[in-house]
């Protein structure tokens, strides 16, 4: 099955630098990666996505890289705010399934 | 509200005693998926299901947990003799049917056995 690595565990920035969080994974046919932002006690909500023929996707602050190569995507949140505090989960689904593993969360903390 | 909701959202048991989950996916998605988050943890996938069918069920589902849905409509999660160990978030999350399209997550439901 898919193994997904992630990191920070915890990454803590003053309001507007960019925070960068990173994700590996194992299984080369995996090829769509989203990312979940988990405020405290609520539901996980997609963020963003990439699927695997692109190597870049953006959307205002919030951007993903993908290098299939290595075998990582990284989460790229530009000019941080307060609200962006919150933990950061990423996945990847093994490439026959669509059952994805999750990472272990990194905890941003953006500091007014 | 036309998301995925879930019922109860906090439920305290004692140790031996039988719960039950429901979740209610967004109405036109076939698909439904069961998860379990601890403290500090991403979800963790337990059980999916395609319409009424169950299609997979990880490692992690023991013979204590049975899932359902009956109609491929709303799905129920049974935990059998709780342990505190099944103490946990229960996830519920739904998408479409086409792809590996995005899934939308439930609010979960806190499950504490005393």
């Known amino acids: 099955g898919e193994n997904v690595e992630q990191h920070p565990s915890t990454l803590s920035v003053q309001e507007g630098d960019s925070a960068v969080i990173k994700c590996t994974y194992s299984?080369?046919?995996?090829?769509?990666f989203p990312w979940y932002k988990q405020e405290l006690g609520k539901r996980p909500q997609l963020i963003i996505d990439?699927?695997?023929?692109?190597g870049e996707k953006k959307d205002q602050r919030i951007a993903v890289t993908l290098n299939k190569t290595a075998k990582h995507f990284s989460l790229h949140i530009t000019e941080t705010q307060p609200e962006d505090s919150a933990v950061y989960f990423c996945?990847?689904?093994?490439?026959?399934?669509?059952?994805?593993?999750f990472g272990r969360g990194t905890s941003l903390i953006v500091h007014p | 509200d036309t998301g995925v909701s879930q019922d109860p959202r906090h439920k305290i048991t004692k140790r031996g005693q039988n719960v039950t989950f429901r979740c209610d996916p967004i109405?036109?998605?076939?698909?439904l998926y069961w998860y379990r988050q601890t403290l500090g943890q991403g979800p963790e996938f337990l059980t999916y299901?395609?319409?009424?069918?169950?299609?997979?069920k990880s490692r992690l589902l023991s013979d204590r947990f049975s899932a359902e849905r009956p109609k491929g409509s709303f799905s129920t999660l049974e935990i059998q003799r709780t342990e505190q160990g099944d103490s946990a978030m229960y996830l519920c999350?739904?998408?479409?049917?086409?792809?590996?399209?995005?899934?939308?997550f439930g609010p979960g439901t806190r499950l504490l056995v005393l």
């Open positions: 999350a739904s998408s479409q049917l086409q792809g590996r399209e995005t899934q939308y």
């Open positions: 299984d080369s046919a995996s090829n769509y």
């Open positions: 990439i699927r695997s023929n692109v």
């Open positions: 996945a990847a689904p093994s490439g026959g399934s669509y059952i994805p593993t």
């Open positions: 109405s036109e998605h076939n698909r």
């Open positions: 299901f395609q319409n009424e069918a169950q299609l997979e």
